[in-house]
């Protein structure tokens, strides 16, 4: 599968499964973004930036996400707190983000 999106580094994935035609339909989905301690990736270039997660699936059932699917979100920041310490694409040491446990 090709990404469609115009930037890296982004991922497309295909896979598949099966599903019994009677059992109602749950899908879990894990994804990442950023991967730095900051909330910012790209954090090795001259321009950092806040990581955007996104998530964009179609099934062939024709089952596609929106907003009207359910998210929770483990990682998240900058913190509004570190942003008032001066958290910034140029100051990135005082950045923190919160991280929540993720469901079982």
């Known amino acids: 599968a090709k990404d469609p999106m115009t930037f890296t580094p982004h991922n497309a994935v295909q896979v598949s499964f099966e599903w019994d ?3 109602d339909k749950e899908y879990a ?3 990442m973004d950023y991967a730095s301690t900051s909330g910012y990736e790209y954090i090795e270039t001259d321009a950092p930036q806040l990581g955007d997660g996104v ?3 179609e099934f ?4 596609v996400t929106s907003s009207a699917w359910s998210v929770f979100v483990v990682t998240s920041g900058p913190t509004d707190a570190s942003i008032e310490a001066g958290c910034s694409a140029t100051n990135l040491d005082v950045c923190v ?3 929540l446990e993720e469901p079982t």
């Open 60 to 63: 062939s059932d024709g089952t």
């Open 21 to 23: 035609g009677v059992s």
């Open 29 to 31: 989905i894990m994804c």
């Open 97 to 99: 983000v919160d991280t």
């Open 55 to 57: 998530l964009m699936a």
